[in-house]
């Protein structure tokens, strides 16, 4: 076994590892301590691995991204190829693979991994920078332009180097890292004789972290540290002149935001490099705005789905109440953000709220942004569109695909947490864990579940001793929960939105049933939110439904109109991939003929009559498969009563 550079015997593949971490309640598995065997995670794994990253790793071959590395190093000629923050697409796609090697050997997946990190070890200068756009001809503009990326792709460096040692032990990439983390803590700082400066796309700082938590280093740290205070105190200015600074989050300094504003994916990549400052280092102010921020999103700037982004210019956050529907930016990567910073404040809060958004945002924003057969994307997810958005198999700025891929990669580690004496199921799959709990005990944990598809959860525990089990109530399960250990119902109070503790002493065999009812449920938006009004959406469990032209040809979505009879759900295993669809009655607004063919304006008149059409069977399913077959409309929010 290979010594790791804090002295323990073999690095654990955690995504954010806190154990060693002074703020925070909760600590990761290591996401190979975790198996999904569900019908929903696990093919979508499975095909991530497969399918999704050898597709990738041609596409960054095809569109010469690798190539900018191998012309950095002088091995071959030509113009740098593809938008100036190119190389973060490669260091995304190894952190994706680095975390799938962690679950095991795959022959083919280590070749491109080992090859394109000889690639990248070629590329560095001898002072340790790093970044393919800025050699040769652009070399003496390194440093000079802060919205260019160089600290962004330096910070999706870190992260991939990190995954990759913790994944297989190697430090070739994690050498790399370290030696352009020290160019660039060299550089910048508020030392004298350093240069101020912060990045315009966040993203370094809670790389820096991460990196501080493998190598021990603490002017890593500080680094992270600095970067989060430093901005919001003009350094960024406006290089392009055509963004205000709050496109960074710039406009003020951290601790002193309650708004979020900007790029959404800027934002939230700077809340997660926050959050681990202070998972860290205890700064209550970094906290306190962090739960502001929280509060201001999910209350007044976030799309049902859990998407983030209203508006294209600028790919921001609107203002309060400012959700449009088919102009819905909800960058997948937004979403992706969402989860990363989400994870972080469970783990510093241990509250079930943060969890129950992860929960959301990966099945209704992050799932979405991958298509069923792992080929192709979203980068923008509309709550409603007329047929004409379908998934790309990638994009000139490819942010989007390598993110869903380390995500699906890593996604095992989100399932459960552990404290002193405690584990913690935040998600419910069927499939198994092991988990070492304080140091002197390994346990097992096996869910047994049709989850997301209906809510009754068996859980097996292989363990003896005294412990608490620390199971969500989600949020969204408003009515009925409940909790047995051995047939009997546990002693506790049950709140949804909360973790019920079942805190005995344990032995092996104890079983757990929990049932978390699944009616489906209409969804009311805030009145503010105009677009909304007289409008439901339908979710079901933690699924968030649509309707799609496919299921329902001959009728414009648009003028559905809900019926107050409850949908009948029924899964169906043969459609997009075996999904629980809800078979609803809907009247239809027979708008054209009710006097409004070639109108768009008139005075209003008494009503002569009901003009809607009888009642009328319509198909809805969950909107993560939407776009998959025949290009239609699609619709999230349905006319109600
Ligand atoms: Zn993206």
Known sequence: MKENLLGSTRPQAVTVDTARSPHVRLHSLPLDAVRLEDGLWEPGRRINCEVTLPSQYRHLEDTGRLDNFRRASGKTGGEYQGIYFNDSDVYKWLEAASWTLAEGSDPELERMVDAAITEIEDAQQPDGYLNTYFTFEKAAERWTNFDLHEMYCAGHLFQAAVAHFRATGSERLLDVATRFADHICDTFGPEEGKHQAVDGHEEVEMALVELYRVTGEKRYLEGARYFVDARGHGLLGRPYGQHDPSYSQDHKPLHDQSEVVGHAVRAMYLYSGAADVYAETGELALLEALGRLWKNMTTRRMYVSGGLGSRYEGEAFGKDFELPNERAYAETCAAIGSVMWNWRMLGLEGEARYADLIEHTLYNAVL??????????????????????????????????????????????????????????????????????????????????????????????????????????????????????????????????????????????????????????????????????????????????????????????????????????????????????????????????????????????????????????????????????????????????
């Open 368 to 641: 979405p942004g991958v298509s069923l057969d792992g080929q192709n994307y979203f980068y923008q997810n509309p709550l409603a569109d007329n047929g004409s958005h379908r998934r790309q198999p990638w994009f000139g700025c490819a942010c989007c695909p390598p993110n869903v891929a380390r995500l699906l990669a890593s996604l095992p580690g989100y399932f459960y947490g552990v404290s002193a004496s405690a584990v913690w199921v935040h998600l419910y799959a069927e499939g198994a864990a092991t988990v070492e709990l304080d140091g002197n005990r390994t346990l097992r944990l096996s869910q047994h579940t049709t989850y997301p598809w209906d809510g009754r959860v068996e859980i097996q525990v292989e363990g003896e001793g005294e412990f608490a089990l620390m199971l969500r109530v989600p949020a969204w399960c408003e009515e009925g929960a409940t909790v047995e250990v051995a047939g009997e119902p546990v002693d506790v109070e049950i709140s949804p939105g909360s973790y019920t503790e079942i805190r005995r002493t344990w032995r092996s065999g104890d079983t757990i049933n929990m049932n978390l009812p699944m009616p489906v449920r209409r969804v009311e938006c805030n009145p503010y939110v105009t677009e909304n009004a007289g409008r439901v959406a339908l979710m079901r469990g933690p699924l968030l439904y649509c309707v799609e032209q496919a299921d329902n040809h001959g009728v414009d979505l648009r003028d559905l109109i809900l019926e107050d009879a409850e949908p009948a759900a029924r899964y169906d295993p043969e459609l997009l991939g075996g999904v629980t669809l809800l078979q609803a009655e809907a009247r239809i607004a027979a708008a054209p003929d009710d006097g409004w063919e070639d109108r768009l304006y008139r005075n209003v008149h008494p009503l002569e009559g009901d003009t809607r059409t009888d009642a009328r069977e319509i198909t809805v399913v969950p909107y993560y498969t939407w776009a998959t077959r025949e290009p239609g409309a699609m619709r999230v929010w349905i006319k109600s009563g």
